[in-house]
């Protein structure tokens, strides 16, 4: 059987061109098809976690295993999976695809046997990876496979269509099998990428950093970073830590907001962005976004770094209606 990868930033053209899969007697799958508080379905398995699913499942997507979803049935000659983004999760999933489908490119994928890596993953999709522990090999993976993706990056086209990534997935997939099997080809070359790209940390956090947000002259609140790479793990400046980040990628123009708490904080970080920006923006309560393909201003930024700012400052005195409201 085979597997064909479809990305959209628009979740009605992502369900159109599914649905039109399905009419043509393919199966589907989506993995992280997920558009604020709307999922987009397939008919053989929907792997989503972001907010309330009711009844879709909280597993991360990087967890499924190849039995845990229908996927292969005599009936469908090609499996044809939705996604609306490509990170370590999203590939997770489509792994699990892959290798139910038999399609995965090498004969013995065994994701079971690299299971705390996996499970590390899910943490770091979930807590940040600035809650990661480094000290573990799985770190050493993650970056391995982070170096990876900065280089080889997937984006959704700009005006909402979709377009066929199957070629792109494979490459990830490939790139994890080398990192997580010591011998491969280029597993030396991958985890060196890995180490210079944890190295590489402290110049991200100087070049990253615009402005701290203080309440009264006290410890920073909230930092705001801008980047072409990912910067929402970055909660020290110097020798402080911040409660949250607002991240902009300068790449994409999409903003992220986090919380150094992860899920236990206060505040939820994908309703506070679906205030801003709608209900098509969405995550997770430690760290969510703007809508998948939308361009924010850059400007509008320093107004959302001190409107978060003034609701953490109030809700850690208990006095706060709207941290209450955005819990």
Request: proline share 5%; charged share 25%; glycine share 12%.
């Amino acid at each position: 059987m085979t597997v064909k990868v479809l990305i959209s930033s628009n979740a009605d053209n992502l369900e159109s061109a599914l649905r039109e899969e399905e009419l043509a007697g393919k199966g589907t799958v989506t993995v992280e098809a997920e558009y604020g508080d709307r999922v987009v379905r397939g008919s053989c398995g929907t792997m989503a976690h972001h907010g309330p699913r009711g009844g879709v499942g909280s597993k991360c997507p990087c967890l499924y295993v190849a039995g845990d979803l229908g996927l292969v049935r005599p009936d469908y000659g090609e499996t044809v999976v939705g996604i609306s983004h490509i990170d370590l999760d999203t590939i997770g999933g489509l792994w699990a695809v892959f290798e139910a489908a038999g399609a995965f490119p090498h004969p013995k994928p065994d994701k079971p046997s690299a299971w705390p890596f996996w499970r590390a993953a899910a943490f770091v999709d979930l807590n940040g990876p600035h809650r990661a522990d480094r000290t573990k090999e799985t770190y050493l993976q993650l970056a391995a496979y982070w170096a990876f993706g900065r280089e080889n990056r997937v984006y959704p086209p700009r005006d909402g269509g979709v377009k066929d990534v199957t070629v792109d997935v494979v490459e990830h997939l490939h790139a994890l099998h080398e990192i997580l099997t010591p011998g491969a080809d280029r597993h030396d070359e991958r985890m060196r990428a890995g180490a210079n790209l944890i190295d590489a940390e402290a110049e991200l956090e100087t070049k990253s950093f615009r402005s701290a947000f203080r309440q009264k002259g006290g410890a920073p609140i909230v930092l705001f970073r801008e980047s072409d790479r990912f910067v929402n793990h970055l909660y020290r400046h110097g020798d402080e830590v911040a409660a949250a980040v607002v991240g902009y990628n300068t790449d994409t123009g999409e903003v992220t907001v986090s919380f150094e708490a992860g899920d236990k904080s206060p505040i939820s970080a994908r309703r506070f962005v679906q205030l801003l920006y709608g209900p098509e923006a969405g995550g997770h309560h430690g760290i969510a976004g703007s809508p998948r393909g939308g361009v924010i201003a850059r400007d509008t930024l320093a107004s959302v770094q001190h409107l978060l700012g003034d609701i953490l400052s109030v809700t850690a005195t208990g006095k706060c209606i709207c941290g209450r409201c955005l819990s």
